[in-house]
């Protein structure tokens, strides 16, 4: 009687190990996207930070796409799906599992649209799928076809070519006016009459979570510009904030995410927090991201994805 109880425990302990290392383990590999002036990472920081490494730990393959940082979501997605192709080629897997935030969730919605054969589901995170009303004050702010739009336009494309420098990205082009006008309330809903797949009938609504292409579609968002005042890009994001008479993350309203199966709008973070920076700083009294993500996985995990 004396060794079984340790025995037993043993046994519990292990068998707990196991279910633990294969909690994130998806049928389908998982590829994450980042959104406008993004990247894979620079000098060993990720963009989506620790999160490939938490993925990759409990059992997902985990790949970081590597796109324009900023460009339209249209030539981004032709990017991606060249990328997507290798990675089936390399796993031997028949579809992958595609995460996009922010500009990301269009890029990645542009490949379940063209080639849903390829892309088992979508992920939005902080997606803008109807807009963002920082995109538009730019816009309006900035007269078409001035000095100061080619001036800024100039900065703006330099600043995404170093980006993509120091990350290791090749030489992307860039064209940070194509980046905005995609992002604004216009310019996405043009986007979306040519790829509608998961969206809502309307602003704010649900689209369904498996869409007529056969892909499966999910959102998720914060609602908060100030989460963490040890954090140096907070004050920034809260300013930004201030566009919205909803609640948003700072740069996407939470209503403007949406897609697919909507898992939660309102998590007390930031844009940054949703991809878990600044270096994994977040509100105290909310979830840690990367157990979001975790947890999303093993959701797609248990759908056979």
Not at 4 to 19: D, G, R
Not at 24 to 46: A, E, R, S
Not at 193 to 212: N, R, T, V
Not at 221 to 239: C, F, R, V
Request: glycine share 10%.
């Amino acid at each position: 009687m004396k060794l079984l109880l340790p025995l037993m425990l043993a046994i519990s302990v292990f068998y707990s190990q196991m279910a633990h290392a294969n909690y994130t383990k998806t049928k389908y590999p998982i590829v994450l996207v980042h959104g406008i002036f993004g990247f894979d990472d620079i000098v060993g920081i990720d963009y989506f930070y620790g999160i490939p490494q938490a993925l990759t730990s409990d059992g997902a393959q985990v790949f970081v796409a590597s796109v324009s940082a900023a460009n339209s979501s249209e030539l981004r997605g032709e990017q991606l799906l060249t990328q997507v192709e290798y990675i089936l080629a390399l796993t031997g897997a028949e579809k992958v599992n595609v995460f996009g935030h922010s500009q990301g969730a269009q890029t990645v919605r542009y490949v379940a649209s063209v080639k849903p054969e390829l892309v088992a589901s979508v992920t939005s995170i902080g997606g803008v799928n109807w807009g963002s009303k920082v995109a538009d004050i730019v816009r309006n702010t900035v007269p078409e076809g001035s000095f100061t739009e080619a001036f800024a336009e100039t900065l703006a494309n330099s600043f995404a070519a170093i980006i993509s420098f120091f990350s290791g990205q090749g030489m992307h082009p860039q064209d940070a006016l194509a980046a905005l006008e995609v992002l604004t309330t216009s310019g996405t809903l043009s986007f979306n009459q040519k790829y509608p797949e998961g969206l809502p009938s309307h602003y704010c609504g649900e689209g369904e979570m498996l869409a007529s292409n056969g892909v499966m579609y999910f959102s998720w968002s914060g609602s908060k510009g100030l989460t963490n005042i040890l954090d140096p890009l907070d004050g920034a994001i809260g300013l930004l904030s201030l566009a919205f008479n909803e609640p948003s993350d700072g740069l996407v309203s939470s209503c403007s995410s949406h897609l697919g199966l909507v898992i939660k709008d309102n998590y007390k973070m930031n844009h940054l927090d949703e991809i878990n920076h600044s270096f994994g700083l977040h509100h105290l009294f909310e979830t840690d991201p990367v157990t979001v993500y975790r947890r999303h996985a093993n959701r797609l995990k248990n759908l056979g994805l």
